[in-house]
């Protein structure tokens, strides 16, 4: 072979040497759990939808959205987003506005008509489900999806349940929940309104179901017995919110105070208020801090007009007048009795003091059990009795309309491997993606974008939606605030930081592997992975 | 779609590459189609700073020249890591001669390629620390009087590592090397000596200083960039952490040079013809601490026998970069640079 003047010897490429071999740990991808995800009650792939909307694909996201939740728009406006709360991104500047683009999605699906995946295979089961709340639509549309038939029942004329009959139409506006039921019901499904079930053994029997879903909700206002004179007016919220949501509302008066200190305090208050009272005061026994309403509702109400006695019970109400007990919080933060006794001018009573499950339809069953008010179930939602399943309020949960979602998808789950004579297994879950794995240098620096708010003063005299939602513009921008936590989103980091270039790419969407050939093992990508979705482990050696 | 209305991209242009931008903004690196000049298979220590930054460098030079470029090596390091006879890691044209004469070297070889006739053909010359400042120093300060056209690079890991961690004029005071032991009132490096080769580099009035370190893979690329816009001398001076002479861990090559910046210890600016005309602002400023007591070269300053005054010295070495550079202007001219 002719060589050039004195070179004696051919020249070969480095890449004969394998330098892995000095590897003594090797990164490995991985896909860990978002904290969003992690805390979502509905389960919803938050992080997955995110990374959809980044680029601008919104109808990709609110695809992936609507795998777990097919009530987005809703949820975007009534969900009290325990996503938000564990977002990492509050450790670099404010949480992401995951609630906000949720509602985004939701709207943006509505405004173009976007529509569900055609209905599975029909299976031949039949489902009943019964209560068309939050926890019954979202079974529904899974058991659809699974290709069950379904027969959706419920005691009211219209569908919706508590997102309907509790939460007032300043939250959740009317046309919004109308759009997001009848999708689920154009998927194909039988309802049946206007029909109590009094016997769940006989309907079941009766219509050939091959599971049932109780998703009944908790409709009943706790009374508790305070003395009052005839002429006054008390109710319940729970009674005093599904007569205004029928448009038919109770006179109660100018002077309108509820007694309690949950969420439905707050839509009992703020809709007195919005029905013409020029005093709607909240009488709640301990502070604001033991308050179990959450905050943001609390910050909306007091900047309506709406105020609070704290730390006070109700003794005894008595034409026109309130008898309050002034109370103080122990130790332990309990509140006790103090003996002082003071008046307030009132017209009614509104009390929002918890609500109970109406369970009858399952006295003549004696297999399912019932602790605390509430139908005990399985992880898959089951109860006791096979083939009857219980979720939403009328199981142990948080009460929320999300919760009701995650419960409904659960129970969806269950009721198919029970119909098909199967278990049903969840898959395993990634390992936290937590705070202290991410790299936060490589993300902008971006403040959160807030959603405005309808002016105080058109709020206490309509029921206009109070939150309003972001534009196109504001969307995409909260959404690229998102962290990705524990999930590779193509940054290209560990492909240019190599020192070695042994990390292949593989182009877009497929992310990278490494060519441990030539990997020494140094750890830089793991370090400067911005999210976290690489890890060392010891080689075997 | 409206990406091109919202100013925001997820990682900006702090990661290597990011979906949401153009392909016109993304980096060399982020590209599979890169050169990779330096191959997979060469012999440097796990987490090497140098090789990278070397990758980086010549890459963007070979993307700025359209792939008409070559490189002329000093000893050191990069050219032992990277040529252990028959094996070469260079898929560029590459030469070698001797550790004191990589300047001069390029500078014939650019007269070659004018004498051929071939303009389009750039040079570029590169050397450690050690060839740049100590060994090459004389040969270099020609090449800028002359200003030849070539750009020379240094790759700055603050020491002789290949032969074994001895001191060179680039080596900063207090650190550990096998020359300048911790014994004595000043261990370690003395305070007051070295040569600050960016600074004298401007004092030839060449069109082109610029410093850059391993952790800004956006404003290093820019820099090879424009500087491959000008003809005559250059010099990049690139800031490229030594696990193996520093006493770090191999993972924290990157952190550890944007440390460097960040505490304002290494200076991130560009300067044309003797005059600063852009400095990379500190972004999350940072004690110099943060970046001493990661590094073993550091360790005698720390723990119970400590050196306070000396940390409080090497502090005072950083307040001065800030304050000569100006490198942590006020907030709200932060705010409108970002907006631009």
């Known amino acids: 072979m002719e060589r050039p003047f004195a070179i004696t010897l051919d020249v070969g490429t480095s890449r004969a040497n394998h330098t892995g071999s000095w590897r003594v740990e090797r990164p490995v991808y991985v ?142 506006p009317r046309a919004i929940l109308d759009a997001e039921i009848a999708r689920i019901i154009d998927m194909g499904v039988e309802v049946v309104l206007n029909h109590t079930v009094h016997d769940i053994d006989v309907e079941r029997r009766e219509g050939e179901f091959d599971a049932v879903f109780l998703a009944v909700g908790a409709q009943l206002g706790k009374r508790v017995n305070i003395p009052a004179g005839d002429s006054s007016k008390v109710i319940d919220a729970v009674s005093f919110l599904h007569q205004v949501a029928d448009e038919d509302p109770p006179m109660l008066g100018r002077r309108v105070v509820v007694y309690g200190g949950g969420d439905t305090a707050l839509d009992a208050a703020r809709t007195a208020r919005r029905l013409g009272a020029t005093d709607a005061v909240i009488v709640y026994r301990r502070n604001r801090d033991k308050m179990p309403a959450h905050a943001e509702e609390v910050e909306q109400a007091l900047g309506e007009g709406v105020t609070v006695r704290w730390l006070s019970t109700v003794d005894r109400f008595e034409s026109e007048r309130l008898v309050l007990e002034k109370m103080r919080l122990n130790a332990d933060g309990f509140p006790e009795a103090t003996g002082e006794y003071e008046e307030l001018d009132a017209d009614s009573l509104v009390l929002a003091l918890g609500q109970d499950t109406d369970l009858s339809l399952l006295e003549g069953n ?24 219980a979720g939403g309020d009328a199981a142990p949960s948080d009460r929320t309309a999300t919760v009701a979602v995650g419960h409904g998808k659960r129970a969806a789950r269950g009721i198919d491997a029970y119909v098909r004579g199967e278990e049903f297994a969840s898959g395993d879950r990634h390992e936290l993606a937590t705070a202290d794995r991410l790299n936060t240098w490589y993300y902008a620096d971006a403040p959160r974008t807030e959603r405005p708010e309808l002016e105080r003063i058109r709020r206490q005299t309509n029921f206009e939606e109070v939150i309003g939602g972001l534009t196109e513009e504001n969307a995409l921008f909260e959404a690229r605030r998102c962290l990705s936590c524990g999930n590779c989103f193509e940054c290209d980091n560990c492909f240019g930081v190599c020192p070695d270039n042994a990390v292949v790419k593989l182009g877009a969407g497929h992310r990278y592997e490494f060519n441990y050939d030539f990997c020494k093992g140094c750890g830089i990508c793991v370090r400067e992975c911005p999210c976290g979705a690489i890890e060392m482990v010891p080689e075997r050696i | 779609m409206s990406e091109q209305r919202v100013h925001f991209y997820q990682v900006g242009s702090f990661a290597v590459g990011n979906r949401l931008l153009s392909a016109d903004d993304r980096t060399v690196q982020s590209s599979p189609h890169r050169t990779n000049s330096i191959d997979s298979g060469h012999r440097a220590c796990q987490g090497c700073g140098e090789a990278l930054g070397a990758r980086y460098a010549l890459d963007a030079a ?42 001069a070297v390029a500078t014939g070889v650019a007269a070659a390629m004018r004498v051929k006739g071939r303009s389009d053909v750039r040079v570029v010359g590169q050397a450690g620390d050690g060839g740049t400042v100590d060994i090459g120093f004389g040969t270099l300060s020609g090449m800028f009087e002359r200003n030849d056209d070539v750009l020379f690079i240094c790759y700055d890991n603050e020491g002789y590592m290949n032969t074994g961690v001895q001191r060179s004029a680039a080596t900063p005071p207090a650190a550990r090397t096998a020359t300048t032991d911790v014994v004595g009132a000043e261990p370690g490096n003395v305070f007051g000596q070295g040569k600050d080769l960016p600074r004298i580099a401007m004092a030839h009035d060449i069109p082109y200083v610029a410093t850059a370190t391993v952790a800004d893979l956006h404003d290093l690329e820019q820099k090879v960039e424009r500087a491959m816009s000008f003809r005559g001398a250059r010099y990049l001076h690139v800031f490229v952490p030594c696990p193996l002479g520093w006493g770090s861990a191999s993972n924290e090559t990157i952190h550890l040079a944007r440390l460097a910046k960040e505490t304002g210890l290494f200076p991130v600016f560009e300067a044309e013809y003797g005059v600063v005309t852009n400095v990379s602002p500190i972004r999350r400023p940072a004690p110099v601490e943060e970046y001493l007591k990661l590094q073993r070269r550091y360790a005698h300053l720390f723990g119970p026998k400590g050196r306070p005054d000396i940390v409080a010295r090497l502090q005072g070495i950083a307040d001065a970069n800030i304050a000569r550079y100006g490198l942590l202007p006020e907030r709200d001219e932060l705010d409108s640079r970002e907006d631009d």
């Open chain 1, 366 to 389: 004696a297999n399912v059990e019932v602790n605390d008010g509430v139908v005990q179930v399985t992880p898959t939602m089951m109860t006791n009795e096979g083939g009857v399943f």
């Open chain 1, 31 to 172: 896909d860990r759990l978002p904290p969003c995800n992690n805390a979502c009650p509905a389960g919803e792939n938050i992080q997955g939808w995110l990374y959809e909307a980044e680029s601008g694909g919104y109808e990709a996201a609110w695809r992936k959205l609507v795998e777990n939740n097919p009530l987005p728009a809703i949820m975007g406006r009534v969900c009290f987003h325990p996503c938000e709360s564990a977002c990492n991104r509050a450790e670099v500047d404010e949480a992401v506005g995951i609630n906000a683009v949720e509602r985004f999605l939701g709207d943006t699906a509505i405004e173009h008509g976007w529509s569900f995946p055609e209905p599975g295979a029909d299976t031949g089961k039949r489902i009943l489900v019964v209560g068309a709340g939050p926890a019954g639509l979202s079974a529904t549309y899974h058991l659809r999806l699974m290709g069950h038939q379904v027969r959706l029942v419920d005691a009211s004329a219209k569908l919706g349940g508590m997102l309907r009959y509790g939460i007032p139409a300043y939250r959740l």
């Open chain 2, 62 to 103: 070979m993307r700025a020249t359209n792939g008409q470029l070559l490189a002329v090596n000093a000893t050191g390091c990069l050219e032992v890591f990277s040529t252990p006879y028959p094996e070469t890691s260079w898929r560029i044209p590459w030469l070698h001669s001797l550790f004191g004469n990589a300047p």
